[in-house]
């Protein structure tokens, strides 16, 4: 997969994880702060695979000094 | 005189591009990495920054609800009154463990590899103790905050402490003056306002500069064991270097953001019930403190010695002997079986800590014999020193073969 589909992929998959969020957060602050924990939890994990899908792509691309 | 015209600049990932400062200028750089250093365990910092930040900002959140008039109360209103307060709370507790934990792991694996030698590595090293100290100071002091019957009793026993120790007896004025540091005059807004300053202003800031000392200081020297002076011209595919940005950056946000995510999911899982407050211990509940603080909780009833402060002079020595590793190492060699005494030192603290907490779970607060003492510390210093040198031979008898 090219890196752009990934990156785009995850972000998607994110957004969807956002209106979950958002559902908990509004309608059970507390009864359902578990959950919304756990999709913040894996909405960071997420941006830590944007974060690598980044440096691969710019390690392989040889734009490498020294 | 013409002005030379400068333009704004939007592009604002140019602003990682190197600049060439005039001369005279003091630079302190951020380095750039090999290909080769993109391994976890080179990222032990990392972790513990990312930490100290998630404790930061959580902290700050944590702080918006706590009243230090009404320390319990409020502990428990954030738990059960703010929305999504329990998972704040739980998360900055868990955090605060996994900080205490990961400065074990740093600082063991650094004393393990040897990396307080060097240029200006024993000063990292000495930064590095000191923080150290002032984590585990920070972790007790946070502790004490929730005013439960475990913070309360800990607070008494740490005023008796300075109370009797060498301070204490030679200096009763100032024995007093460090109590009234801590706890103010006793009352409960006092005490409590005595304790979140600490916690969050003296030690949380002093910690926070001493990471930018530390970490300047690892900018300076660059990781431990990584060889820069390589004879080939051409350099390996993995030892070639990545520029700082975006290379380590993004490093250190994908491991610092797996481990908040992994920390909050514990938190998620396990969400922190308080424990009861001061003045309802019920019959049959046996109090724990928490279990970095269990090791020194133990030592207390080991006085084996004489020492009317149990193990105060032991856990003295733990970090006299840390602060001074650097210059008592003389070994040439720089593996773990190559400084034998060392590693021998280091084996027995990693066995004592963890027998000390255990024994503590198990008898809480029973005070031991000198005869069990006396067999339980040479039984360690005997497997500790053994093992390393035994070891050491083997390697050498394989090395020979």
């Known amino acids: 997969m090219k890196s752009g589909t990934a990156i785009f992929a995850t972000v998607g998959i994110q957004l969807v994880i956002d209106i979950f969020m958002w559902y908990f957060a509004t309608s059970g602050p507390y009864a359902y702060q578990a959950y919304w924990a756990i999709l913040l939890a894996v909405n960071l994990m997420l941006v830590a695979v944007v974060m690598l899908i980044i440096l691969r792509y710019y390690i392989r691309s040889g734009e490498i000094h020294g | ?401």
């Open chain 2, 1 to 401: 005189m013409s002005e030379a015209k400068e333009r704004n600049e939007y592009r604002l990932d140019r602003i990682w591009q190197e600049e060439t400062p005039p001369p005279g200028s003091y630079t302190i750089s951020m380095r750039s990495i090999s290909r080769k250093e993109l391994r976890i365990d080179y990222w032990t910092g990392a972790f513990l920054m990312a930490a100290f930040g998630y404790l930061a900002i959580s902290g700050v959140l944590v702080f918006l609800y706590y009243q230090q008039g009404n320390p319990y109360g409020s502990s428990a209103a954030i738990i059960n009154g703010v929305p999504l307060g329990s998972i704040i709370l739980t998360s900055h507790l868990y955090m605060a463990y996994a900080m205490v934990a990961l400065v074990y792991v740093h600082m063991f694996r650094n004393y393990f590899k040897g990396a307080y030698r060097g240029k200006w590595r024993w000063l990292q090293w000495i930064t590095g103790v000191i923080l150290f100290i002032l984590v585990n100071m920070i972790a007790v002091l946070g502790y004490l905050l929730q005013e439960t019957y475990i913070g309360i009793s800990a607070t008494h026993v740490m005023e008796i402490l300075v109370q009797r120790s060498v301070v204490g007896r030679l200096s009763p004025g100032l024995s007093n003056w460090v109590i009234g540091l801590l706890v103010g005059n006793g009352s409960t807004a006092s005490a409590f306002g005595h304790i979140l300053a600490l916690h969050v202003a003296a030690v949380g800031g002093l910690i926070g500069l001493l990471i930018l000392v530390h970490f300047f200081l690892f900018e300076k020297s660059g990781p431990h064991g990584i060889s820069s002076d390589s004879s080939d011209t051409v350099p390996a595919k993995n030892e070639r270097n990545i520029p700082w940005f975006p290379a380590n950056v993004l490093y250190t946000g994908f491991v610092s953001l797996l481990f908040i995510g992994v920390v909050i999911i514990f938190s998620a899982a396990f969400m922190q019930h308080l424990l009861p407050s001061y003045g309802v211990l019920q019959y049959g509940e046996v109090p724990f403190p928490d279990w970095y603080i269990m090791p020194v909780y133990k030592l207390m009833d080991l006085a084996g010695y004489g020492l009317s402060t149990g193990g105060v002079p032991l856990v003295t020595f733990f970090f006299l002997f840390l602060l001074i590793v650097p210059f008592i190492d003389k070994y040439s060699g720089s593996g773990a079986l190559d400084r034998p005494m060392i590693t021998g030192f280091g084996v027995f603290f990693l066995l004592a800590l963890p027998i000390m907490a255990f024994w503590g779970y198990a008898q809480p607060g029973l005070t031991q014999t000198r005869i069990l003492t006396m067999y339980m510390w040479w039984g360690i210093t005997f497997v500790s020193f053994v093992t390393v040198y035994a070891m050491r031979f083997a390697k050498r008898d394989v090395d020979e073969i």
